[in-house]
């Protein structure tokens, strides 16, 4: 777990959009930070400066007591989590679970461990040898997180992960990611437009507007209407 400092962050895009315009936020260990506001209003800009995805123009993030501007993607120690599951078709569950932690050189038996409490956790077991096509869309999302959760990262960072699901798995997916945020406390920066998935998993919301922080609260703070 690690806090996560967002200071005076702003992204340029070439052409002069700026989509990102002094963002501060001061994530606490273990918080779950959702961040909600239209579309084109930079939240998924923002999500991928963390993640390294997307260089930062200015401003600073750390992780616990790094900055990561300068830290290269692959060594930062966080997990992410998209909305299309970038799962290898090729590869079977096991193997998508394990991919990571091998390219990191664990250790065999370690890697063994983190897979089968990962496949338990989201109830993956019965289909560690199958290959992502002959999963659900549900089972493919689970093997999403199960390969961030694999690797104990200090935060993890969600990309609008369900909204390529139907309606009802959204719900119950909802659910799953709550109840492992209550097991494992893991500091999260989570992107939606979905006001439920909002309400449902936030600690703090933060809402933003044309690439500026426009309400950030508890979702009783935000949605209440008076
Ligand atoms: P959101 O995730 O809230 O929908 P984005 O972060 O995707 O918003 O986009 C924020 C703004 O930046 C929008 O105006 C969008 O058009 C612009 N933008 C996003 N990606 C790029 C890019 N690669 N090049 C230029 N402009 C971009
Ligand atoms: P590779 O990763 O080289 O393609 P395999 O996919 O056959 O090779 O698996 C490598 C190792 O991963 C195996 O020796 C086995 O211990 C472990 N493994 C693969 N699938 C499973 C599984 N369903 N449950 C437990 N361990 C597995």
Request: charged content about 25%; hydrophobic content about 40%; proline content about 4%.
């Amino acid at each position: 777990m690690a806090r996560i400092e967002i200071s005076k962050v702003c992204k340029d895009y070439h052409g002069g959009v700026r989509a990102v315009n002094g963002v501060d936020i001061s994530i606490a260990d273990g918080e779950f930070i959702v961040l909600v506001g239209p579309s084109g209003c930079g939240k998924s800009t923002l999500l991928r400066m963390v993640a390294g995805l997307e260089e930062i123009s200015d401003g600073t993030v750390s992780i616990g007591d790094r900055v990561v501007n300068s830290i290269d993607p692959a060594d930062r120690d966080i997990a992410m989590v998209f909305q299309n599951y970038a799962l290898y078709p090729h590869m079977t569950v096991y193997d998508n679970l394990a991919y990571g932690l091998k390219n990191r050189k664990t250790p065999k038996a370690e890697i063994d461990a983190r897979v089968a409490e990962a496949a338990r956790t989201l109830q993956l077991e019965p289909y560690l040898d199958r290959r992502p096509r002959a999963l659900s869309g549900g089972q493919r999302q689970r093997v999403a997180m199960g390969r961030a959760i694999v690797r104990k990262p200090a935060a993890f960072l969600f990309d609008e992960p369900l909204s390529n699901l139907d309606a009802k798995l959204r719900v119950s997916m909802r659910g799953e990611i709550k109840r492992l945020q209550r097991r494992l406390g893991t500091t999260s920066l989570y992107v939606t437009h979905d006001q439920l998935e909002a309400m449902t998993l936030a600690d703090r919301l933060v809402v933003l507007s044309h690439g500026e922080i426009e309400q950030i609260g508890t979702p009783l703070e935000v949605y209440h209407r008076p």
